[in-house]
Nanobody, 127 residues
């Protein structure tokens, strides 16, 4: 049974930091790509970052480059998203997603590429 469980969201002031974590289980880690997406109030879900479990190749949307860092912990089977220098526009529900397929990096910017999703964790940034 596949499970993705996010944690680490919360309320933070602008300029602050949080560390989001996604615990993954029941997946084939050989071809696994884990992504973080977010959905802000009244907006479509958007890609934030992704990481290939094998090799660790990462990808980020432009608006978070230099502020967010995605990483994996092979021992714990978790993928973390360190979010720094938070802005009010980062307020959203953040979702962890998993894809068990071979595809070019660009494909993992699209939510349709992912088969499994977590329940989401709320990040609220106050100004």
């Amino acid at each position: 049974q596949v499970q993705l469980v996010e944690s680490g969201g919360g309320l933070v002031q602008a300029g602050g930091s949080l560390r989001l974590s996604c615990a993954a289980s029941g997946l084939n880690f050989d071809r696994l790509v884990l992504g973080w997406f977010r959905r802000a109030p009244g907006k479509e879900r958007e890609f934030v970052a992704s990481i290939r479990w094998s090799g660790g190749t990462t990808d980020y949307t432009d608006s978070v480059k230099g502020r967010f860092t995605i990483s994996r912990d092979n021992a714990k089977n978790t993928v973390d998203l360190q979010v720094n220098s938070l802005k009010p526009e980062d307020t959203a529900v953040y979702y962890c997603a998993a894809a068990d397929r071979a595809a070019p990096n660009a494909f993992f910017r699209f939510s349709q590429t992912y088969k499994y999703w977590g329940q989401g964790t709320q990040v609220t940034v106050s100004s």
